[in-house]
Every structure is written in structure tokens, then in C-alpha cells.
């Protein structure tokens, strides 16, 4: 029929290519097409969102700023052996970057000093201030005379942690660790241990809230997918509802049924089961903060729980009841490991999205349920120490990655239900 | 699911106690929402029932906190006009609105390349697409405050419809996929061995089939840029005031009733939303004959 195909070279197409190369390139058309439809958004989303995590990942490394405020000081540092105290021409470069860069510059490296060794900060500002006065060396007695910070060699030593350009001291710090004067690394001490804590707390919450999930989830997912669909899309609606209900508003609704004159005590007061003078106190503790984001989680359990139901067969439980099972023993060999699947998804879900909670700890958390999240935006924020909120957001951030890739792996990042 | 007749003791309590169990989380998921409604009402300026309240005295109940909602309130004899709740609610559309349109548009080109067959790097692109939605808010926060304060885009709303419409895109290339899975392509082809161009038929036939999926991300999209607060808070400056942000305020400093009102109008607002995306839904799946159980 064709031509080509009588003779013994590659098949070619009516213009003399072969059609391997023809199809190939059509393909390539193809997939250049489909790319540069998705390429508006990727370039989006990279510059708007991927940059900025990248600009606080390097954030949580950066250690350049002191070193712009006290170039010449860190070079005839690094000739310093560490044993006594350092030489006269380090007083004196020191004495003069102190004296000759802005107030604004000094106070800005003074806060991350203080970060190694606390004193800085008063030292700087006082040696700021006082260095006006003097004319001429030497400088290492004067300045030892003005403050006598300026003789202890731990002091001298704890700056020897910022010659680097970048530092893994803020990655320490979050995990309750840091260096000492010598750049070995050893633990906080015991009153500054807060961060492992919050940590395992953050974990335990989590961990609780999908549990939780799971427990009140799963039976309603059963229902809703063994109902008939006129009920089941009725009661599916109490799951959606909260759904697109703002998480503000379901957090104060909490707060409402939770507090001392709420909702919740007050039917205990009003039932006679409770003395109005000691009324529990429910809110602004962590068990709050667990009954809050169960409730506000349970859509993302229910969802991808019910999506996986739906698709289980009912006559599987029918057959295995007519051999001889017992309810209870079909309903374990052969519904729950169908709905392993359904399981999985959601306590990912859920756990992903908990871990991460920021607001509801810090409306109903009070002190003890503060996690992660309300230490991020309290360095962010209030400490100002950048440094520390982006190496605490870098090990979260890790920690979702993980969990995120597991997601895609076992449910597939495209199969997310939304409704 | 129902009990069958020959049902023993044992499975009739069996079954209606999970019937109860099931009841109790439903009201458990539900219950809060509403409570909140008729506490919205009441004269009192704590979040509690009172006693004259339950009894439906009506000094208990007013409208007072809506009056000072929408703007007037009254000290005494004199009136004094808040703006601060409306202004929250005009920053807010325009915020969500402007940020959806673009989240709409983008996401959707993006699905429709995602959806082709020779797409490369499918699942890496994917990935990253999806990942505005999974990255904690409180960690997309921070970067932002990082970066925008660099380039001078804190404090000003185009930097807020940007990390918005970047919070919104995830819902729409999710949906449209979603519709887009078991679109028949020959459709396409059809319509271009009749002569139309790619523009024509992309607006004549592929259009009106993903327009459900359309609608819907983009509304997921409006109720996150709608809701969204830690990003607000944190890249927006006292002028840029939304409703969520008010909200956070209230709760932190005043504790106004004020936010009830609010939050009941929000409440409001996704059950209207809720409606349409369900409706949506179903004729979605109408159009692309998935028959329902």
C-alpha cells in the first residue's frame, strides 16, 4: 500500500523524513506547548512564593552582617592564638570600627554578639559612648579601664564564633544546643533548654490531633459511605460546612463554648453539676488546643477517608458475612484493611497541616500549648532574632518535606479531594 | 446501610449505638459553628448566654453590635462612626477578588498544561504548584516578610494580592485537574479539523466543559485569600486592614462582640459558597456523565 514500506530503509513520511524523527518531533512540539501553558504559573509561584522560603532558608545560615561592621578587627583577629589576651593591634582596630561606624550598625551587631555571649550588647553601647573621649594609645588599658569586659578572653573568645560568613549556631540554638567560647558545641542551660520541648510538644499535639481524627472520622466516613446518597449528601454538609468556614471564626467559636464564663460551664453550673466558684478552667492549655484542631481538622480526615470508602463494595462485607464471619470479624479482615488507603491519606493530611498550626495554639494555647509555629512568629516578631525563627522554620519546613514526599508517594499529590 | 430484620439484640444496640456515636461527632463538628449565632444577638458585651438572655427578655437582645459593625455606634447620646470593620470588609473583596482573578487565570493555563499527555516533569511539577497549600502559613509568612521587605513590597497591597493569588493557585490547578481528568480530547480535535483556532476552541468547547472546576478552585481561592490572616499580619502594614486581620485584633486586645457579627456574616458567606460549589459539583459531573450512586 504505502511506498515506503517496500523498501528496506527506515519508514518514511511523505516528505522524506523518517517518521521516527517526525514523530519525535512533533512530540517535542508537544511537550514545549504543554510546559510553557504551566511555565506562567511556575515563574509565578517561584518568584512569589519559592523565592522568599529560599531568601529565610539562607536567612537561618547568614552570619555576614557582623563581619560588614568589623572588617578590619576579624582580620587581625584570625592571627590571635587564644591563649592570653589579644594584642594591642586588636584593641586597636577594634577601637577604632567601634568608634567610626554608625550607632544603628553597632547596635544591629551588638544583638547578634549577644546571641554568643551575652553582655555584648551593654558593653558595645557603653564602650560606644565612651570611646568619644579618648584621643590617643594605647587602647588596651583605656578600654580595659572604661569596662572590664573588655580584659575577659571569654568575650574575646565568643567572637571567634562569627568570623565565618555563615553559621550553624542558629540551627543549634533550635534544638536547644550552642557553641562555647572555644566553637565547641555543648547544651544550653537548663533554664534555656525550651526549644526540645517545644519540639516534642508540637509533635505530641500533632500526633494526638490525628489520633483524634481518626477515632471520630473514621465511623462517620463509614456512615457517609454506606448511607443512601439523599441522607449521605445531607450529613456531608456538616463535614463541608466547617470546611469553608473561616478558621478564625471556628476558633472563636471555641472560645466561646471553652472559657470560664462559656458555654460549656455554664450548662454544668445551670445543671447543678458544678459549683459556679469552681469552674473548670478549659481553656488556654494544650488539651484546648487538641479539641480545638480535632475539630477543626476532622474535614481533612473525613474526606480522603470517605472518597476511599465509597469505592469499597458493599457485597465484600455481604459475602464475608454469608461464610460465616461474624460482623465484627469481617468488618476487621476485610472492610478496614480496604480502607487502609483512605487512612493513611487523611492522618498525613492531618498531621501535615497540624504540625504546622500557628493560630489556634496562640488564641486558646495560653503558655502551655504554644508550638512550634508560635515560636517562629515570636522571633519573627517580637526577639527580632531572625536568625533563629528561620532555622526553627528550616527544621519544620524539612519536617513537611519529609512528610510531603511520603504523601505524593503513597496517595499521589494530584488525588487531594477538595469537597 | 440499614439493620436487617432478622437483626440479633446484640447487632440492634451495636447499631444504634454507632448510630449515636456518628450523631454526637456530627454535632461535635457542627455545633460550634452555630453557637455563636444567636450570641451574636445579645446586649451583653462578653461572649456569654446570660440568664436574660436564655430567657428571651428583651433588653438581652440587640442589634447593637451589627450598628457598630456596619459603622455607627453610639457612647451615651452622641454617635460615633468606627470605620475600621467596614473598611476591613471593602480590603478584604478587593484583596480576594483581585487575587482571585489572577489565581483563577494562572491556575487554570497551568491545569490545562498539566492535563496534556507529553507533559514533562509531571509529578515534580506538581509538587511545587501544590506546595503554597502544604508549607505551614506561619513559615510562607516569614519568607515573605524576608523577601517583600527587600524588593518594597510589605506594607503595600500589591504585595497582598501577590502572596494571596500564591495561597489561591493550588485550589484551582487541584479542581480543574480534577475536572479535567476524562475530558475527552477528541472534543478538541474535533473542533479544529471544523476549522476553529486554538483560541476559538478553547473558549467554545474547553471553556464551557471545565467551567465547574473554573468556578469552584476559584472560590477556594477567594476563601483563602478571604480568611487568611498570618500573612496579613505579618506583610501588611495598619493600613491594610481585612476582616481576618480585624478579627485577630479584636480577639487579642478587645474582645469585642463585635467579632460575632462578623463571624456570623462569614458563616453566612461560606454556607452561600458551600451551596454553589456543591451545586457546581453535581453538574459537573452531570456534564461528564458520572452517574451518582
Redesign the interface.
Known sequence: MNQTQTSTGPILTTDGIPLKVSLKKA?RI??I??????????A??LI?????????LS?SVDDRQINTVFPKTFEVYQKWDRQGLPSEEVYKTMFFEVKNSEGYNIGKASTRMNYSKSGWKSLLKKSKRKFKKIEEGPYKEQMIAIDKKWGDIEYWKALGQMVDPTTMGYYLNAVDLKYDSNKEIVQQKENRRIYNKTWIKTFKVSLLVTLFCLL??Y??SY?LA??P?KYSNL?M??????F???????T??????L?Q???LN?LLVMSNLLADENRFQLMYNQTAVVIVMT?IL??FMVLPLYSVMKTIS?TYMRAALNLGAS?IHAFYKIYMPNSVPGVSAGCLLVF?IA?????TPE?VGGKDGQMV?NW??YH??TTLN?GL??SL?AI??AM?TVL?WAY?KIVG??N???? | ?ALPTYATTG?KV?YYS??T??GL??F???A??F??LP?SFSASP????TREFMNFEPEAWSLRWYRQMVGISSIGDTTVVTDKWMLGTRNSFFVGIVATLLATA??T??A???S?P???FK?V????????M???????????????S?IGLTHSYLGLI??H??LG?P?V???V??TLTGFDTNLIRASQSLGADTIRTFFKIIMPLILPGVI?GGL?AF?TS??E??VVM?IGSVEQITI?KQ??AG?RQETSPV??CM?TC??AL??A??TT??ML?RRSERLRGIK??
Open positions: 512530540e508537544n511537550k506547548r504543554a510546559f510553557l501553558l504551566v511555565l506562567p504559573l511556575l509565578f509561584i512569589t512564593f519559592l523565592v522568599p522560603i529560599g531568601d529565610m536567612r471520630l472520622g465511623p462517620i456512615l454506606t448511607l446518597m450529613l454538609i456538616c463535614v463541608l460546612l466547617p469553608w468556614t473561616s478558621l478564625l471564626v471556628r472563636v467559636a471555641w472560645m466561646v463554648m472559657q464564663k462559656g458555654v455554664n475539630q476532622l474535614p458493599p460482623p501535615i504540625i504546622g498550626y500557628y493560630i488564641l509555629g517562629i512568629a519573627l516578631k531572625w525563627c528561620a522554620g519544620l519546613l513537611m510531603y505524593n499529590i494530584e487531594i479531594k477538595l469537597g | 446501610m447487632q451495636g454507632f448510630l456515636y456518628c461527632v456530627f461535635f463538628l457542627i460550634p459553628i453557637i455563636i450570641l462578653f461572649f456569654e448566654f494562572l491556575g493555563v497551568a490545562l498544561g498539566l496534556r507529553h507533559m514533562p509529578a511539577l506538581m509538587a511545587i504548584l501544590i506546595s503554597p502544604i508549607v505551614p502559613l506561619i513559615i510562607t509568612a516569614a519568607g515573605m516578610f524576608f523577601f517583600y527587600k501577590l502572596a493569588t500564591a493557585t485550589f490547578v487541584i479542581t485537574t480534577a469552584s477556594f476563601i478571604f480568611d490572616v498570618v505579618f481576618p478579627m485577630w480577639l467579632i460575632l463571624a462569614l458563616v461560606s454556607i459558597l458551600l460549589v456543591e459539583r451518582q450512586r
